[in-house]
């Protein structure tokens, strides 16, 4: 009987131990996630595409995608002034096992009225000039988003982003780097253009 009981009080004792194990694990896993976000963000806020390739797994050409901006679109610049104003709050952490998807409302830099202008004068451009030449209609276009940054300046909008991320040797990180990625650094160029070129399908 003395045994009995012995047993029962060690079997209650581990039944404790381990439900009481699994919400510490649970959090703990949280907070790696929560930290490799942290990272990823302080990244855009310093427009720093190495920094925020390295909590991906696979970057692709993310980090270099920056150097050549520069190099391209210098009229970015403006954008980047806005980049430290980015403001994010993890929405919602779903885990299960060695995967993880994150989803983050965040407040960044977009150039879409800028843009806009800037296309409406291009357009303008091509009708009036209908034998220019692709290199020098693309390079005007520069030129006009360029002054319309200046005219119009960079609005900030609310979006959320969804992370997917997996454990790999020991560490989280960001499956892989997407469109949302450039966006954040560049104001929404990237998503602006290509919805450009499906409108004009």
């Known amino acids: 009987m003395k045994h009995r009981k012995t047993w029962m009080l060690a079997i209650v004792m581990l039944l404790l131990v381990t439900v009481s194990a699994c919400p510490v694990q649970a959090a703990s ?6 930290k490799v976000i942290k990272t990823y963000m302080a990244g855009a806020r310093q427009t720093n595409a190495k920094k925020m390739s390295k909590c991906m797994i696979s970057p692709g050409n993310f980090k270099f995608t920056l150097n050549q901006a520069m ?10 002034k806005y980049n430290t104003k980015i403001i994010y709050k993890i929405n919602g952490i779903k885990t299960l096992g060695k995967k993880a998807r994150v989803t983050v409302v965040v407040k960044s830099p977009d150039i879409k009225k800028a843009t806009d202008h800037a296309a409406v004068e291009y357009m303008e451009l091509i009708i009036k000039n209908p034998g220019i030449s692709d290199e020098l209609a693309e390079k005007q276009f520069e030129n006009y ?5 200046s005219k119009y300046g960079v609005q900030m909008y609310i979006h959320t982003m969804t992370f997917d991320m997996v454990k790999k040797g020991g560490k989280w990180k960001i ?16 998503s602006i253009m290509k919805e450009y070129e499906e409108a004009s399908k």
């Open 29 to 34: 896993k949280k907070g790696q996630i929560k």
């Open 71 to 80: 190099q391209n679109l210098p009229y970015l610049r403006e954008v980047y």
């Open 145 to 149: 988003l360029k002054n319309d940054i």
């Open 175 to 190: 499956k892989a780097s997407t469109d949302a990625d450039y966006d954040l650094l560049y104001g929404r160029y990237l």
